[in-house]
């Protein structure tokens, strides 16, 4: 590739988009499936069941610290597939680039999804570029499709949270909707924190291999944050989710911008950790296995599930009051992910 | 953290609670105390302090929230001008989602309109120099605290001959909207709390005039948990002693008589103008104020000489929610016609506002 940017002659169907996607695409996802060039990645058939989900990520800037779109788009997806406790094993991507972006920042992006799907262990089995012209999109946007496999016997569903449930969490909240609204720069200061955004799946196997039973329902806190999920679980098993202010795990470097930008860190986006909810008896073990992974080691146990008050999402503050845990009103932080 | 978590000690906030119990034994109950600002009614609810605090507290939440005050006809005409495609209109992040005659800036910035959000007066300069071919013009709200920083930046627009920003001035005056609401026979309070960030510009003394004149004792707060438990205290220990008298406890940021150099900023770029409009409480005397003359040219209202067609609010009980008569879970219109996502009246408008506040963390 001798060009410098993404010209629309990189979406025509000709000849500089047959080297986009050999000297590019192929050379660094470096997948057999993928590199048949047919029109459908043609792949074996499975014991347990399909899990397929589809995420589209429009994050801006495209770089930020911890990550960038294309780490982004790998582990969003994975994740989407790990916490239903599939085992996630091939994605699809869609590229909309806007003409113009320099082909360097794609070389990279395009890497970044390479080593992200390395670390999770799926494979990148399909994918398509199209180029709009300058103004149509903002730099590039990414969609995904991913596919994974559920273990015949397993049930993660927030229906079957029930009163006595423990809430877990994977680890500190905030940190990817932090980094990313200071790598936007309008606030003119540093914030040294750095995006959560990983794979999840090596760390829900965990979890799951070392309490096959008892673990009822796992979330991803993404958009919303963790209010958002705890919110969705109390509507879903109809009870009243608890969640302790001082149990929660937030970084002072996130905990210090939310305070400066009048934010809650509860509002904030992860890209890297999850919320469990699990039957009492396996609390304990449970929050010893996460915490015996290397990606667990700051987990903890953040709340309860009792009854009443019905379909409602309470937040017990430091000092002993409660109140509900509110969801974001309108957009507090739009392109997050 | 430090700086923060101290004034959210659990334990220190335990012992200020039981000395607030050991006050309120030799006191009538109910004791109705109000705080005026809405970043104390904002820190009551998000901490749930009016849970730990014994019941004879009783909360009266004022109006001291400057989104939630914010007229329809002021968003009417921020909204009209961001519509002129010459016109890039900058605004405190809060201040979008208010409602106008048929809008708010949000809603107009899906419409085409450039509507940028910002964190200073002095970003939306900032965007006036880097496009010298647009006009900026800056949606200037806020009670004194906010003050100093747009009259800041005029002067700077000024010494840097910077010809493409101006501002739209709806900045308002404190002590007339406390005056208003004391001035209402129903209105009993047992004590007031005053806002710390407006006395940190003016200082503690300005608001000297509430036991002097009105005969209430009051007391200036920072606005961290332990900071309003213990500025209760002191109003509860004035009560108990029989005194009536104004205490500062925010004296880690309020000198008695302010920050000299904000109000100079304040009175060298502002001049009080006879009333203003305020949602919820309707036009209060010499409460409000504009551009000087000689800074005219950075008046947007002078400048581009725009009206707006204002539809007339439809009469709410807001302000007896303000005063104290009515909770805001009472009203009638309170979770049914009027919330978050679509207020009816002031209070609903803003976090800050009590009855958003109410919705937000105390539910329906």
Redesign the interface.
């Known amino acids: 590739m001798t060009e410098a940017n993404i010209t629309l002659a990189h979406g025509s169907g000709g000849m500089a988009m047959h080297r986009l996607i050999r000297e590019l695409f192929l050379e660094v996802f470096a997948d057999a499936e993928l590199s048949r060039l047919e029109d459908q990645a043609r792949l074996p058939g499975m014991a347990g069941r399909l899990a397929l989900t589809t995420d589209a990520f429009v994050v801006d800037p495209i770089f930020f610290p911890g990550g960038d779109i294309g780490r982004l788009a790998v582990c969003g997806t994975v994740n989407d597939l790990a916490v239903g406790g599939s085992n996630p094993l091939y994605l699809s991507c869609a590229f909309v680039l806007e003409e113009g972006l320099p082909l360097a920042d794609l070389y990279r992006i395009v890497r970044s999804m390479k080593q992200a799907a390395d670390e999770a262990g799926v494979r990148i089995v399909a994918g398509d570029t199209k180029v709009v012209p300058k103004g149509a999109a903002d730099k590039v946007f990414i969609t995904t499709c991913g596919v994974g496999e559920i273990p015949n016997g397993l049930e993660l569903e927030s229906t079957r949270i029930r009163p006595g449930d423990k809430i877990l969490l994977s680890g500190p909240i905030g940190d990817h909707g932090a980094a990313v609204l200071a790598a936007r720069g309008e606030l003119g200061m540093d914030c040294p924190v750095a995006s959560d955004c990983r794979p999840l799946n090596h760390l829900v196997a965990h979890l799951l291999t070392a309490c096959p039973h008892g673990v009822r329902a796992l979330r991803d806190p993404t958009r919303g944050g963790v209010a958002a999920v705890i919110n969705e679980w109390a509507w879903a098993c109809g009870g009243c989710l608890r969640v302790f202010e001082m149990h929660v795990p937030v970084r002072e470097e996130v905990r210090g911008l939310c305070e400066l930008l009048g934010i809650d860190p509860w509002h904030l986006a992860c890209e890297g950790q999850f919320l469990a909810v699990v039957a009492p008896e396996v609390a304990e073990s449970a929050l010893a296995a996460l915490r015996a992974h290397p990606d667990g080691r700051e987990a903890a146990l953040v709340g309860e599930v009792s009854a009443l008050p019905a379909r409602t999402a309470v937040l017990h503050t430091v000092l002993g009051g409660e109140r509900l845990l509110d969801l974001p009103e309108g957009e507090p932080l739009p392109r997050i992910c | 953290?430090r700086f923060?978590s101290e004034f959210?000690d659990?334990s220190l906030?335990?012992a200020w609670v039981r000395r607030i119990e050991a006050h309120l034994s030799g006191l009538q109950a109910p004791l109705p105390i109000m705080e005026f600002c809405g970043g104390h009614t904002h820190a009551i609810?998000?901490?749930?302090?009016?849970?730990?605090l014994p019941s004879a507290i009783e909360w009266v939440h004022g109006p001291g929230c400057p989104v939630c005050v914010l007229p329809r006809a002021a968003i009417d005409l921020a909204c009209t001008l961001a519509q002129d495609p010459a016109v890039i209109l900058a605004s405190f992040g809060d201040a979008v989602?208010v409602p106008g005659s048929s809008g708010s800036l949000?809603s107009a910035k899906a419409q085409g309109g450039d509507v940028r959000i910002v964190?200073s007066p002095l970003?939306a300069l900032e965007i006036a120099r880097r496009h010298p071919e647009r006009e900026v013009v800056f949606l200037a709200i806020g009670f004194e605290t906010t003050q100093p920083a747009t009259a800041l930046t005029i002067l700077q627009a000024e010494r840097e001959g910077i010809a493409n920003f101006s501002v739209l001035c709806r900045h308002v005056i404190t002590e007339a909207a406390i005056r208003a609401v004391l001035a209402d026979p129903d209105v009993r309070l047992a004590g007031v709390i005053a806002p710390g960030h407006v006395a940190t510009v003016l200082g503690a003394n300005a608001f000297a005039f509430i036991p002097k004149e009105y005969r209430i004792p009051t007391v200036v707060s920072g606005f961290e948990?332990l900071d309003l438990l213990q500025a209760l205290c002191l109003l509860l220990g004035q009560l108990a002693a029989g005194r009536c008298a104004l205490d500062n406890q925010y004296r880690r940021s309020v000198r008695p008589q302010g920050n000299l150099a904000a109000q100079k900023a304040i009175a060298q770029v502002f001049e009080p103008i006879g009333s203003a409009e305020w949602r919820g409480l309707g036009r209060l005397p010499a409460s409000g104020v504009r551009i000087k003359e000689r800074y005219g040219r950075f008046d947007a209202e002078r400048r581009f000489g725009v009206t707006a067609q204002t539809v007339e609010e439809e009469p709410l009980p807001c302000s007896q929610v303000l005063c104290g008569k009515l909770k805001p879970k009472a009203c009638p219109y309170f979770g049914t016609r009027c919330h978050?996502?679509q207020p009816l009246g002031a209070l609903m408008v803003s976090?800050e506002g009590a009855c958003a506040a109410w919705y937000?963390?105390?539910?329906e």
């Open positions: 953290m923060l959210r659990p906030a335990n609810f998000r901490y749930g302090l009016h849970q730990i989602r949000l964190y970003d948990p978050p996502e976090s937000r963390y105390q539910g």
